[in-house]
Nanobody, 115 residues
């Protein structure tokens, strides 16, 4: 059973920074991709950033240039470094890991950006 442990929740002022972590229960190379999604109240869950097994990354247009996804292979952990945060970044952030035929989600971590 794959488990994803998220950490890094917090309340930050606009313009501030925050780093989220997603620790996977297995080797990070076992996944096709690991990504971060977010869901604001009353809205759908949207992709924020993703990193594939070969290290390729992709970002939502709304976070390009502000967020960076990275990984520590030795720690089997994926990070989301968020800078220049805006109130509209407020959401529950979820880590997602994809295998070939299955997808796993973390429990979610709250990020609140005050204006």
């Amino acid at each position: 059973q794959v488990q994803l442990a998220e950490s890094g929740r917090g309340l930050v002022q606009a313009g501030g920074s925050l780093r989220l972590s997603c620790a996977t229960s297995g080797s990070i190379f076992s996944f096709n991709a690991v990504g971060w999604y977010r869901q604001a109240p009353g809205k759908q869950r949207d992709l924020v950033a993703v990193i594939t097994r070969d290290g390729s990354t992709n970002y939502a247009d709304s976070v390009k240039g502000r967020f960076t996804i990275s990984r520590d292979n030795a720690k089997n952990t994926v990070y989301l470094q968020m800078t220049s945060l805006k109130p509209e970044d407020t959401a529950v952030y979820y880590c997602n890991a994809n295998l070939r035929f299955s997808s796993y989600w973390g429990q979610g971590t709250q990020v609140t950006v005050s204006s």
